[in-house]
């Protein structure tokens, strides 16, 4: 399997191929769904999308950590971390590529 990065225009590229939009309204689909996808997660809110998966907002409390070079501990500020939780659709979706190769 090689691995390959899609990129924004790819997604463009393909919302223009699948969709029938012109290349400039796909591309301008594209980055309103991107926008409104992080719009969300920056108040907060989890985006579930159906068949796909889940983005989280997780909040982690200040804890300690070790320099691995000195051992020394050092105070990690609290901060926001965003996860991806897959669906089970996806994920079936994912392994059943492999057992097709």
């Not at 998966?53 to 105070?75: A, C, L, M, W």
């Amino acid at each position: 399997m090689g691995e390959r990065t899609v990129t924004r225009a790819d997604l463009c590229e393909a919302v223009y191929q699948k969709v029938g939009l012109s290349r400039t309204e796909s591309a301008g689909l594209v980055e309103s769904v991107l926008a409104e996808i992080s719009d969300c997660l920056e108040r907060g809110e989890t985006v579930k999308l159906s068949s796909f998966g889940s983005f989280v907002v997780r909040d982690k409390g200040q804890r300690i950590g070790r320099n691995p070079k000195t051992g020394e501990e050092v105070p990690i500020a609290p901060r926001r971390v965003l996860v991806f939780k897959p669906s089970a659709v996806l994920k079936n979706r994912i392994n059943e590529s492999l057992s097709h190769n």
